[in-house]
C-alpha cells in the first residue's frame, strides 16, 4: 500500500470560486479515490478513478488523473461554504488491501 | 443498504482506565474492517485491519488491540491507557473487491485520556 500526498495542505477561497487540490503518490495504482471529511466527522467517499481513466465527473467534481505524472487533482467549481472540509486522496495498489491517508487538504469556503 | 454504527461519539476516561470501542455493520457480509486514529489536525493513521472472523492486522506497535468476534463486529481496546491513546477513532468498512468500491466510515469516537 502506499500514501498520496496532497497539496497545498491548506485552501481558501470564496464562494462560488473554483478549488483545485492535487494529489501525488510513488508507485503503481489500480485505482485512486478522493474522500471528504467534515469537522469532527468520518470520511465520506467521493470518487473513485480507474488507472485507465483519466478524468471522471460528479456533480460539481472533477477528477483528473495522469499515471504518467503519477498525480491527481480534484476540482470542486463554483464552491459553497458547505464544501469547507478536509479532503484526502488514497492510491490503491493492486496488491493491497488497505488505504493509506496522507495529512489531506484543508478547504475553507468564506461566504 | 449498508450501514455503520459506531460508538460512544465522545469518551473521556482516566489514564490507566481500560477501553472499548464498538463498530458494527449492517446489510453485508464478510466485510473488510478497519480502525484508523486522527490525531487533533492531522491525518489517519492505521491502526489495525481485519478480513475475516477472527483475522486481525496490526499496522502500528501500540497499547492498543482488536479482535472481530463476529463477522460484522470489529472492537478496539486497550488494558491501560495513555495519553497518547487520545484522538479520533474512526472504525471503516468496504467489501472484498475493495479495489472496485470505496470505504465507507463510521461517524468516529472522540476519545480524550485525562
Known amino acids: 500500500s502506499q500514501q498520496g500526498e496532497e497539496d497545498p495542505q491548506a485552501l481558501s477561497i470564496q464562494e462560488g470560486e473554483n478549488a483545485t487540490m492535487n494529489c501525488s503518490y510513488k508507485t503503481s495504482i489500480n485505482n485512486l479515490q478522493w474522500y471528504r471529511q467534515n469537522s469532527g466527522r468520518g470520511l465520506v467517499h467521493l470518487i473513485l478513478i480507474r488507472s485507465n481513466e483519466r478524468e471522471k465527473h460528479s456533480g460539481r467534481l472533477r477528477v483528473t488523473l495522469d499515471t504518467s505524472k503519477k498525480s491527481s487533482s480534484l476540482l470542486i467549481t463554483a464552491s459553497r461554504a458547505a464544501d469547507t472540509a478536509s479532503y484526502f486522496c488514497?492510491?490503491?495498489?493492486?496488491?493491497?488491501?488497505?488505504?493509506?491517508f496522507g495529512t489531506g487538504t484543508r478547504l475553507q469556503v468564506f461566504p | 443498504s449498508q450501514t455503520i454504527h459506531q460508538w460512544p461519539a465522545t469518551l473521556v476516561q482516566p489514564v490507566g482506565s481500560p477501553l472499548s470501542l464498538e463498530c458494527t455493520v449492517e446489510g453485508t457480509s464478510n466485510p473488510n474492517l478497519y480502525w484508523y486514529r486522527q490525531a487533533a489536525g492531522r491525518g489517519l493513521q492505521l491502526l489495525f485491519y481485519s478480513v475475516g472472523i477472527g483475522q486481525i492486522s496490526s499496522e502500528v506497535p501500540q497499547n492498543l488491540s482488536a479482535s472481530r468476534p463476529q463477522d460484522r463486529q470489529f472492537i478496539l481496546s486497550s488494558k491501560k491507557l495513555l495519553l497518547s491513546d487520545s484522538g479520533f477513532y474512526l472504525c471503516?468498512?468496504?467489501?472484498?473487491?475493495?479495489?472496485?468500491?470505496?470505504?465507507?466510515f463510521g461517524s468516529g469516537t472522540r476519545l480524550t485520556v485525562v
Open positions: 488514497a492510491p490503491t495498489s493492486y496488491n493491497t488491501d488497505k488505504l493509506i
Open positions: 471503516a468498512w468496504s467489501e472484498q473487491s475493495y479495489l472496485n468500491y470505496g470505504y465507507t
